[in-house]
């Protein structure tokens, strides 16, 4: 035994010497002192294949061993905690004789973005839900089950970026894809907007983008008429513009709404005196709307002799040039700092 224990000494001391940080002297630990499988515990255990007469003398050698070896570890463990608090606070140090560093600029949020916040805000404390869904969209939910089909002209006016080796699927042309999917996944009565990206083979100019954001909402039940739209769409108007802004509802044709409306409000640059943003008119166009198509209800499962609905519509890009008084839409996608920065 004698043998052994002289082993485990020097190896013990090799290994202990050879520990660099307190992780490493862990393991030290668990090789030697751990009470199920350490090396003194081996030991402790292999007394009792030791001859009674000689088991006291073997005890006392592997205690004066076992003391010895942790005196050493303590020592050692001493050591690495000094070490390692000295690199630490090292690290920590802080040069009060450096020059103050100038703060970095935090962003902040893109415009559209902004009165995207605003109006979510608005719908959501009127208990309207938020809905979002894909920008890669299949023909039937961008066009078909929205009152358009292949020969409709309407989409003509919706020209789109069709996906290559893939028939049938179009980047969304506005976010009135998400009626029929919303209205298949819930039952009225419903109060939901959209939000989100949409694109369209546009040629660009200074009121025209080929990626645009709209806010698209639709409300379901029974006993819903034009009279519950206009009145959620200028409580949109006033928040958006201030309390004095009025709004009016012109005739319109859009395929997934009969009737259909155009929404406008007074010019609130020119205070409806007429002015180049308003064309001379005194009014700005701002939405579209109408009661929901019985062929749109129907397409979403509804059931359009018990009730009835209103769909409306965003240009969230519009919204912000009116609001913000941003001659061209196109500084919106630009990523100009400077631009902005203004906001």
């Given at each position: 035994?004698?043998?052994?224990?002289?082993?485990?000494?020097?190896?013990?001391?090799?290994?202990?010497?050879?520990?660099?940080?307190?992780?490493?002297?862990?393991?030290?630990?668990?090789?030697?002192?751990?009470?199920?499988?350490?090396?003194?515990?081996?030991?402790?255990?292999?007394?009792?294949?030791?001859?009674?007469?000689?088991?006291?003398?073997?005890?006392?050698?592997?205690?004066?061993?076992?003391?010895?070896?942790?005196?050493?570890?303590?020592?050692?463990?001493?050591?690495?905690?000094?070490?390692?608090?000295?690199?630490?606070?090292?690290?920590?140090?802080?040069?009060?004789?450096?020059?103050?560093?100038?703060?970095?600029?935090?962003?902040?949020?893109?415009?559209?973005?902004?009165?995207?916040?605003?109006?979510?805000?608005?719908?959501?404390?009127?208990?309207?839900?938020?809905?979002?869904?894909?920008?890669?969209?299949?023909?039937?939910?961008?066009?078909?089950?929205?009152?358009?089909?292949?020969?409709?002209?309407?989409?003509?006016?919706?020209?789109?970026?069709?996906?290559?080796?893939?028939?049938?699927?179009?980047?969304?042309?506005?976010?009135?894809?998400?009626?029929?999917?919303?209205?298949?996944?819930?039952?009225?009565p419903m109060k939901v907007i959209m939000p989100g990206r949409c694109y369209r083979n546009e040629a660009t100019d200074a009121r025209h983008e080929h990626t645009f954001f709209?806010?698209?909402?639709f409300v379901i039940d029974e006993k819903i008429s034009l009279a519950n739209m206009k009145g959620i769409l200028e409580l949109v108007a006033k928040n958006l513009y201030g309390?004095?802004?009025?709004?009016?509802?012109?005739?319109?044709?859009?395929?997934?709404?009969?009737?259909?409306?155009?929404?406008?409000?007074?010019?609130?640059?020119?205070?409806?005196?007429?002015?180049?943003?308003?064309?001379?008119?005194?009014?700005?166009?701002?939405?579209?709307?109408?009661?929901?198509?019985?062929?749109?209800?129907?397409?979403?499962?509804?059931?359009?002799?018990?009730?009835?609905?209103?769909?409306?519509?965003?240009?969230?890009?519009?919204?912000?040039?009116?609001?913000?008084?941003?001659?061209?839409?196109?500084?919106?996608?630009?990523?100009?700092?400077?631009?902005?920065?203004?906001?």
């Amino acid at each position: 035994m004698e043998d052994v224990i002289s082993q485990i000494k020097e190896k013990f001391k090799s290994q202990l010497f050879g520990a660099q940080n307190l992780k490493e002297l862990e393991v030290v630990e668990q090789i030697y002192f751990s009470r199920k499988s350490g090396k003194i515990t081996e030991l402790m255990q292999g007394l009792k294949d030791v001859p009674d007469e000689q088991k006291k003398a073997k005890g006392q050698l592997i205690n004066e061993l076992k003391d010895e070896m942790l005196q050493q570890f303590e020592m050692k463990r001493s050591d690495l905690k000094k070490k390692e608090y000295k690199e630490t606070v090292e690290a920590e140090r802080i040069d009060v004789t450096q020059p103050n560093l100038p703060a970095h600029k935090s962003g902040h949020l893109h415009p559209i973005t902004i009165v995207q916040n605003q109006l979510e805000d608005l719908f959501t404390s009127m208990g309207f839900q938020i809905e979002d869904g894909p920008e890669l969209e299949s023909e039937y939910y961008n066009f078909t089950a929205l009152n358009i089909p292949e020969s409709h002209p309407a989409r003509d006016m919706q020209d789109t970026f069709y996906i290559k080796n893939h028939p049938g699927w179009v980047m969304r042309t506005h976010t009135s894809s998400m009626q029929v999917r919303t209205m298949q996944d819930n039952k009225p009565p419903m109060k939901v907007i959209m939000p989100g990206r949409c694109y369209r083979n546009e040629a660009t100019d200074a009121r025209h983008e080929h990626t645009f954001f709209q806010l698209e909402g639709f409300v379901i039940d029974e006993k819903i008429s034009l009279a519950n739209m206009k009145g959620i769409l200028e409580l949109v108007a006033k928040n958006l513009y201030g309390p004095d802004t009025r709004v009016r509802l012109r005739p319109k044709f859009y395929p997934f709404v009969e009737p259909g409306v155009n929404g406008e409000v007074a010019c609130f640059l020119c205070k409806s005196k007429g002015c180049r943003v308003c064309k001379h008119t005194g009014w700005l166009e701002i939405f579209g709307a109408g009661m929901i198509h019985p062929n749109v209800l129907e397409a979403g499962a509804i059931d359009s002799k018990k009730y009835q609905g209103f769909a409306f519509g965003f240009g969230l890009d519009r919204l912000v040039m009116l609001k913000y008084g941003v001659e061209d839409i196109r500084h919106f996608q630009g990523g100009d700092i400077r631009f902005l920065t203004q906001f």
